[in-house]
């Protein structure tokens, strides 16, 4: 049995039509956001894309807001998965909640079986946040090969009642029988956590449809590198960055993974970095690039080395995904630490472009790579019209040139 069904329901509950809600706490952050966090058991059909929607009240019964939050996994019915709802700062604070799930409703939620979780310690937060890292892995025991691996861990204490609830997506695209990914999780973890409860999912390719691929890319297609290796930006420990060019010399495109941890004696993830297509959605068409790296911080000292590998991507439908080429590109910078990238975008085919997204790279005056930016544009591009562009490109050090590529969505 679950084991927070196991023990008696603390906090707020709230049984309806779809769901049963239970084990739910709520705590402030230091920013006087308020975040409610729990679990549901889905007693309604398969769920995907599974929403939990919380109605709050003063004591008068009036409402106060409406806040949703997305639950950890896909939900069967009778799966059980942990949540979290916050409440922007300066709201009242609620009476009571009422909670509802909701959810696309499939014939099967396709949840991946077969998979286990492991913690293994924590690190020093990364540029950018203020909660700490905390490294893990999970492994795939099943027989079936995923694509990619989904953590989130709700930490609960000696009554059952989830304290913190934290998500993350493991660094890997291949998960076959047998492999096991790392990942790290941020989260302040409450002293008085007891146990920490796995949600686990991958993504599992539904009969009739195609799953994507993978190979190795050779380091070597890793070009115009920039490495930043020193004091973490948060005081604690050492922060790794790295960013290059991606370049695919074969006769098909592929979006690039980067993926590089950072391992302590007993071969336990101590920082975990990554870089897919939240960095760069553009696609490494044959003869151009894309755009890779990762930022990572650990506190393991002196700092071991990194394990790097790149992985190529590749879909049945990557070919609906036009390569588009950025001109008149002009920059400025806003800041020392932000670079804005211009310029224009024309379709160049008969049909329309459903979407586009264009990626901005910054380099120094020795061609490194010291800064990447994304900016998408959803409402398309007629057949034959030009667009412009702007992207905010985070940098490290000053920047002398520029480039930029680009993908457009076929409809």
């Not at 952050?29 to 975040?35: L, R, Y």
């Not at 059952?160 to 492999?179: I, K, S, Y």
């Not at 696609?283 to 590998?309: D, H, L, Q």
Request: hydrophobic share 40%.
């Amino acid at each position: 049995m679950h084991k927070s069904l196991a023990v008696a329901l603390f906090g707020l509950l709230a049984v309806l039509s779809s769901g049963c809600f239970f084990n739910v706490t709520s705590y402030t952050e230091t920013d006087g956001t308020t975040v409610y966090v729990g679990e549901v058991q889905n007693d309604g059909p398969p769920l995907s894309n599974p929403i939990v929607t919380g109605t709050f009240y003063d004591a008068a019964g009036n409402v106060i807001t409406t806040q949703t939050g997305s639950a950890c996994r896909v939900m069967p019915t009778k799966s059980v998965a942990a949540f979290k709802v916050t409440l922007p700062p300066g709201t009242a604070k609620p009476a009571r909640a009422e909670w509802a799930l909701s959810g696309r409703e499939v014939a099967d939620a396709y949840l991946a079986d077969g998979l286990s979780g492991q913690l293994f310690g924590t690190g020093p937060a990364t540029p950018g946040t203020a909660k700490p890292q905390v490294f893990g892995e999970i492994r795939n025991d099943s027989a079936n090969t995923y694509t990619g691996g989904y953590v989130c861990v709700a930490w609960v204490n000696a009554q059952g009642e989830v304290l913190r609830v934290a998500e993350a997506t493991a660094a890997g695209g291949e998960f076959a029988p047998g492999d096991v990914l790392p990942f790290s999780l941020r989260e302040s973890v409450p002293a008085e956590a007891t146990d920490a409860l796995f949600f686990l999912d991958a993504g599992v390719t539904p009969p009739g449809e195609v799953r994507p691929t993978f190979a190795d890319v050779p380091f070597s297609a890793y070009q115009n590198e920039f490495e930043l290796n020193g004091p973490n930006f948060a005081g604690q420990g050492t922060l790794y960055v790295s960013l290059g060019e991606i370049h695919n010399s074969g006769p098909k495109s592929f979006y690039p993974r980067m993926i590089a941890v950072l391992r302590d004696g007993a071969g336990h993830p101590t920082g975990v970095g990554e870089s897919s297509r939240d960095l760069c959605d553009v696609p490494a068409f044959p003869g151009s690039f894309a755009y890779g790296g990762y930022i990572m911080a650990t506190s393991t000292m002196p700092p071991p080395p990194v394990e790097r590998r790149i992985e190529a991507q590749r879909f049945a439908t990557i070919e609906a995904v036009a390569k588009l080429t950025p001109s008149n590109l002009a920059h400025s910078p806003v800041s020392a630490a932000i670079e804005l990238v211009s310029g224009k975008l024309k379709n160049p085919g008969t049909g329309r472009l459903a979407a586009a997204v264009v990626c901005a790279g910054a380099y120094n005056a020795d061609g490194l790579l010291v800064g990447v930016g994304m900016a998408e544009l959803p409402e398309g591009i007629a057949a034959g019209a030009t667009v412009s562009f702007a992207v905010s490109v985070p940098v490290f050090g000053d920047v002398a040139s520029i480039k930029a590529i680009a993908g457009g969505r076929v409809e």
